[in-house]
């Protein structure tokens, strides 16, 4: 809660002027991001970012980040929400900030404040294809390169959001961004994946990414006694207490040996299993329980629980929260969703070729469940033969027969770089897009 906990605060920005003013808003009229934000989509086609009256508190969960506006990519109104990324949007002493208008150039966007009452905003142009292929390339290059400029003005870690070339070629360009620790990028990358926002973010808004943070601290509520107490009436158990329980899928369920969406999603669903482009919906529960006995509970699965769950490879988004559900191999995080679109649905069974395509999506900035589900079409077109490997541009089609399936040699055969990304050049990108990844990876 802010200064004046009875308004809302948003810092409106237009882009095409670099004009700006905070705004207020009585709480009463609205309470937070998603009810304002749909006031201002449809009043300035506005994306609106920021968090609720309870971030900062106690309250686990509380500090999500939610970007709402008209979605680009079904043209209705959306919400997308990031984890732990408004423990930091809370330095800056605002509720949200609403982006109306377009900068003439693709810039960053700069947001700090420093121990006084007036934010700094800066909007600086850049190059973003040269961004792109530094460093870590795409999303990860925007946020390395906006920490390495404007990183030494905070006194505290800031944070980044970014989006990388999927913003400029498609319209479901995702948000990108990993808290930073001690002025180090760390892996731990969370998303406001579905709704195309990143897409909003450059081709309306004319931004490539935006750094904040600052030093404001509120009177958050943080009493601890107080919200025990209510636990206690409505659950009967403290907070933590409740939270450990309803979080428990998230961290590790003993039930089933394994922990977070990946784990125990692979470990429950049985015959439920979707692959191929979801051919398997055709074939008996027999068939399909087969199919997730051999490749997922003896290969997919297994590989994940021996190298994340048994080695407790988790962290959590940023706000420290007892569900740690982010499960890490390395540098690679693994969550249910994408890992299925880019794993099963597209015929993928290895922790290895699965690993390199939703890093390469995630890198270029896709929302990865929606290019995963795009890919595994193109790939069942490819199979059929309904596609043809020229009018994509590429070298040869997916291994999907399943009678004699390499569970490690035919999904790297699928995951292989140059083949995907061909696929992504030529079918989801711009025509200007040479098809060899604009993010060089
Ligand atoms: S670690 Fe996971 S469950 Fe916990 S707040 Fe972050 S995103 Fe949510």
Redesign the pocket.
Known sequence: MHDNKHELKVLMLDGATGFYRVQRYRVGDFFGPVDLGIHLAFKHNALTIGAGLLAGSVF??SNRLIFAGISPCWHGFYVSSM??AALIFDNLGINMLSLIGKAPHPSLLYLNRNHGEEIEVELVPVVPERIWDQGRKGVYAVMEHAIHLFGPRYEKDPRVLAVGPAARDSDFGAIGSAPVKKGELTHVD?WAGRGGFGSKLFQEHGLVGIIYGGTHIDEDFRDRSVADQWFQDKFNQRMAAKDMEV?TK?RYDPKFNTGGTFGVNYAAMDGDILAFNYRTIYWSQEARRDLHERFILNHYLKQFNQETIQTKQQR??G?P?A????KMHGRFKKDYEPYQTMGPLCGIFDQRAAEQLNHHADRLGFDAISVGGTLAWLMDCLDDGLITPQELGVDRVPKWEVANFDVVGDSMHTTRREYTVAVWGQKICAPSCTGKGEAGA
């Open positions: 686990p969960g984890g732990g969370t979080t998230y959590n988004c706000e929260c569900a740690v559900c982010k």
